[in-house]
C-alpha cells in the first residue's frame, strides 16, 4: 500500500544551498525554505519500478531550426546597439558576446548566435531535456528498502539492506518519513548492518559511504544532528520521530545481497518535477546525477544537439551542470534546446512552464532578478559568465525564444543589461496578463510527488 503524506518536502537549509545551488554563490537563493511545504501526495502517480532506460526517437517531433541569416533588421539592430554599448562601457568585447532571438519559425535577431560560449547553468538544459526523452517526464526512481532476517519484537534480526535507485533529491526528510514508515511495520532495532547496494544518494551526496552514514543518522532522531533537527522543524508538528537504532555499522557493497526479504520501496518525485526544482535553485548536483544517469556530459552533448536539431559543435559540455567554462553552447542551440522540450512535452500535456521557473510564480534562484514577470527562463553565473535563455510571452510576437550569452568582467552589471534589454522588447510588444497555453504548466501533474510503498 501507498503511504500518503510520510514523504513531506524536500526542503533545504540556506547554508546548504548556497554551496550546492547556482552557478555561484553570488546566483544562490536567499529564500527560508526552496520548496513549498505539505504537498500532498497524488495515489494515482505512475510509479516506475523498472528504471530500463526508455530513449524517445529525437525524430519523433519533425521541425527545422531557423538559418541564421536575415534576422528581422530593426530587432537586430537594436542588438547591434545592445553589444556596442556594453563593449563602450567596457564590459566586454564583441567576441564574448551572443544573442539569438526568434519568434516560431521567425528570426528576430542574430548576433554571433552560432557560435558556441561558456553557458554557465544554461547546461542544465540540456540536461533537461537529455533526461526527459531518456526516461520520460513520469519516470519515478525506486530505492528499495529490505531485511535479511525476520522481524521480532520490535527488532530486526539481520541486516537492514538499500539498494540505491539514482533518486537525486533524497534528502532528510526521505530518510525522516523512511524511519517512520519501518517503525510502523515493526522496525524499532536492526542487530545488523545498513547495507548499501547499487546508486544510493543521500542529501546531494553521491558517495555510497557517506550516504548511508547520512542515512543511518536521519533513521534514528536519538542521534539527529543539528542539520537533521532543523530539517524536522520544517514539517507538521505531528509528524513522528522515528527511532531505527541500527547496531552494526554502514557496510557499503557491489551487489545487492541474495537472501533479501523487501519491506519498502521509495519513489522518487516525478522526473518533470526533479528537473523542475533543479532548474528553479539550479541545484548543480542533481544536474550532475541526472546526466550521469544518461551516461554522462558527453552523452548528454551529443542528444541533446541531435534532438535540438543543431549541429554538435553548438553544444560542447565537459559536465552536466554548467561548472566549468569549457561547457559551451551556441545562443541558438539554447533556444532550440527549449524548443525541443516543448514540442516533446506537448503529448503528455506538458509545457517548458513543468520544469523550468517562471518568474513571478517559482521561488528560486531568479527571485532577486528585476525579470518581466511571467518569464519562462533560466539562467547561469559563473565567474566572468552570465547567460540568460528561454521564453518571453508577447502580445504581438506570441512566445518569443531567446538567449543572451554574455562573458566579461562585470556580471552585475550583464544581469542588470539583459533585464533592460527585455523589458524594451516587452515595452515594444506588449506584456500579457496571464501565461499563454503553450508556456502554462499542468496543476494537475504539479501534485504529484514522492511516495513510500510497504511490500506486502
Given at each position: 500500500m501507498l503511504l500518503k503524506n510520510l514523504r513531506l518536502t524536500a526542503a533545504l537549509s540556506i547554508a546548504g544551498l548556497a554551496l550546492i545551488s547556482g552557478?555561484?554563490?553570488?546566483?544562490?537563493?536567499?529564500?527560508?525554505s526552496p520548496f513549498p511545504q505539505n504537498e500532498a501526495?497524488?495515489?494515482?502517480?505512475?510509479?516506475?519500478?523498472?528504471?530500463?532506460?526508455?530513449?524517445?526517437?529525437?525524430?519523433?517531433?519533425?521541425?527545422?531550426?531557423?538559418?541564421?541569416?536575415?534576422?528581422?533588421?530593426?530587432?537586430?539592430?537594436e542588438?547591434?546597439?545592445?553589444i556596442k554599448m556594453l563593449v563602450a562601457k567596457g564590459f566586454a568585447k564583441e567576441t564574448q558576446q551572443g544573442v539569438w532571438?526568434?519568434?516560431?519559425?521567425?528570426?528576430?535577431?542574430?548576433?554571433?548566435?552560432?557560435?558556441?560560449?561558456?553557458?554557465?547553468?544554461?547546461?542544465?538544459?540540456?540536461?533537461?531535456?537529455?533526461?526527459?526523452q531518456t526516461f520520460g517526464p513520469d519516470r519515478q526512481f525506486v530505492t528499495l528498502i529490505a531485511a535479511t532476517g525476520p522481524i521480532k519484537d520490535g527488532v530486526l534480526q539481520g541486516d537492514l539492506v538499500v539498494q540505491g535507485g539514482e533518486d537525486p533529491l533524497f534528502v532528510w526528510e526521505e530518510a525522516i518519513a523512511l524511519g517512520n514508515t519501518l517503525n510502523k511495520i515493526g522496525i524499532k532495532r536492526v542487530t545488523g548492518d545498513l547495507i548499501i547496494a547499487g546508486k544510493f544518494y543521500m542529501n546531494f551526496k553521491t558517495d555510497p559511504q557517506t550516504s548511508g552514514n547520512l542515512l543511518k543518522l536521519g533513521l534514528n532522531s536519538k542521534i539527529w544532528s543539528k542539520e537533521?533537527?532543523?530539517?524536522?522543524?520544517?514539517?507538521?508538528?505531528?509528524?513522528?520521530?522515528?527511532?531505527?537504532?541500527?547496531?552494526?555499522?554502514?557496510?557499503?557493497?557491489?551487489?545487492?545481497?541474495?537472501?533479501?526479504?523487501?519491506?519498502?520501496?521509495?519513489?522518487s518525485f516525478p522526473l518533470a518535477e526533479l528537473v523542475k526544482?533543479?532548474?528553479?535553485?539550479?541545484?548543480?548536483?542533481?544536474?550532475?546525477?541526472?546526466?550521469?544517469?544518461?551516461?554522462?556530459?558527453?552523452?548528454?552533448?551529443?542528444?541533446?544537439?541531435?534532438a535540438a536539431g543543431v549541429p554538435p559543435e553548438e553544444i560542447q559540455l565537459?559536465?552536466?551542470?554548467?561548472?566549468?567554462?569549457?561547457?559551451?553552447?551556441?545562443?541558438?542551440?539554447?533556444?532550440?534546446?527549449?524548443m525541443a522540450i516543448e514540442r516533446y512535452l506537448q503529448p503528455y500535456n506538458m509545457t517548458i512552464g513543468d520544469v523550468f521557473a517562471i518568474v513571478g510564480q517559482d521561488e528560486g534562484t531568479l527571485d532577486k532578478r528585476k525579470l518581466p514577470p511571467l518569464l519562462v527562463v533560466k539562467s547561469g553565473t559563473l565567474d566572468n559568465v552570465s547567460s540568460l535563455?528561454?521564453?518571453?510571452?508577447?502580445?504581438?510576437?506570441g512566445s518569443v525564444w531567446f538567449a543572451i550569452m554574455n562573458v566579461g568582467k562585470d556580471t552585475d552589471e550583464f544581469r542588470t543589461q539583459q533585464e533592460d534589454l527585455l523589458k524594451t522588447f516587452l515595452s515594444q510588444w506588449g506584456a500579457v496578463e496571464s501565461l499563454p497555453a503553450e508556456l502554462t504548466p499542468n496543476i494537475e501533474r504539479n501534485s504529484k510527488t514522492s511516495q513510500i510503498e510497504v511490500v506486502k
Open positions: 552557478c555561484s554563490t553570488s546566483s544562490s537563493p536567499q529564500a527560508t501526495i497524488d495515489s494515482s502517480a505512475n510509479t516506475t519500478e523498472n528504471l530500463t532506460k526508455v530513449e524517445t526517437p529525437v525524430n519523433k517531433y519533425t521541425f527545422s531550426i531557423v538559418p541564421p541569416e536575415n534576422p528581422d533588421p530593426v530587432i537586430n539592430a542588438i547591434a546597439q545592445y532571438i526568434q519568434s516560431g519559425n521567425t528570426l528576430l535577431a542574430n548576433y554571433r548566435g552560432t557560435i558556441p560560449l561558456p553557458a554557465a547553468s544554461v547546461t542544465k538544459v540540456a540536461t533537461s531535456l537529455v533526461a526527459l537533521a533537527e532543523k530539517q524536522y522543524l520544517t514539517l507538521p508538528p505531528d509528524t513522528p520521530r522515528p527511532q531505527v537504532e541500527i547496531s552494526g555499522s554502514v557496510k557499503v557493497t557491489s551487489s545487492t545481497p541474495s537472501n533479501i526479504q523487501p519491506l519498502i520501496r521509495h519513489y526544482r533543479m532548474n528553479r535553485f539550479s541545484n548543480n548536483h542533481m544536474a550532475e546525477m541526472l546526466a550521469n544517469s544518461v551516461g554522462g556530459a558527453k552523452v548528454v552533448a551529443r542528444k541533446a544537439a541531435q565537459v559536465n552536466g551542470s554548467g561548472l566549468s567554462p569549457e561547457n559551451r553552447i551556441s545562443p541558438r542551440a539554447a533556444c532550440a534546446m527549449f535563455a528561454g521564453a518571453l510571452p508577447t502580445q504581438k510576437q
